[in-house]
Each structure stands twice: as C-alpha cells, then as structure tokens.
C-alpha cells in the first residue's frame, strides 16, 4: 500500500536560507533581461558576464547559470546567494510555482513544516 507523503502548506513558504534548493544540479534559466540586471549588479559587462556565469542549454533556446563541480549554483557562498537581490525568476518562484522531486526531504522550511 502506498502512503502519500504529508505536503507542506506551501502558502506559508519562508524561505530559511538553508541553500539546499541551490545545491540542486540542473538549469537555472535566465530570461532575456535578467543577464543584463544581474551583470549590472555585479559591475561587470554582460557580455562578460554571460561568458564567465552562463551556458547554452542543450535546445540552444536559453542562457542558464553554471554550475561549480558539484552541482551547486555558482553564486552560492557561505552565506548565501551572492546575487540574491537580483536573482533570477525561476529562483524567486521556488517552490511557489515549481519544485523538484523530494524537496520536501531536503529544504530546511519544509522539514521543520513536516514535523509540526
């Protein structure tokens, strides 16, 4: 028999700053105007910017953000996202739009949400 996994509230979702979401290996896509605004933040040109931070996914549709060796955003730092202020949609939206598989085991909120 299979047991349906208790869902967190996500109407609720305050997000803790844990980075496990940004530890996620996979596409981070920027929309047209974000590598201006986050290059802008950075003080870099962006065509530097796009050379240095993005890569061309595999539909050659869509600049993504690279990533370090072990999957983790390239802008994670210890204490954060280096360009939280300015980052992109599709981080902004987690997980309020869209989620990966098990993001309930992992996002600090939402296990502190289960345990309730």
């Known amino acids: 028999m299979n047991k349906k996994m208790k869902q967190p509230d996500l109407s609720k979702f305050k997000c803790l700053g844990c980075g496990a ?3 996620q290996p996979g ?3 920027l929309k047209k105007n974000e590598t201006d605004i986050i290059a802008a933040f ?5 065509y530097q910017f ?3 931070f993005t ?4 539909d050659r549709h869509n600049l993504s ?3 370090k060796e072990n999957g983790e955003c390239v802008f994670l730092t210890l204490k954060g996202c280096r360009i939280n202020d ?7 939206d987690f997980p309020l739009k869209w989620k990966f598989t ?4 992992i996002c600090a909120w939402a296990k502190k949400e289960l345990k309730k």
Not at 42 to 46: A, P, R
Not at 86 to 92: A, H, N, T
Not at 102 to 105: G, I, N, Q, S
Request: net charge positive; with cysteine.
């Open 65 to 67: 953000l690279i990533e």
């Open 27 to 29: 596409y981070v896509k």
């Open 86 to 92: 300015v980052k992109p949609e599709q981080c902004r």
């Open 102 to 105: 098990a993001f309930e085991k």
């Open 55 to 58: 890569i061309l996914t595999k």
């Open 21 to 23: 979401c940004c530890r």
């Open 42 to 46: 950075l003080n870099m040109d962006v």
């Open 50 to 52: 796009i050379a240095t």
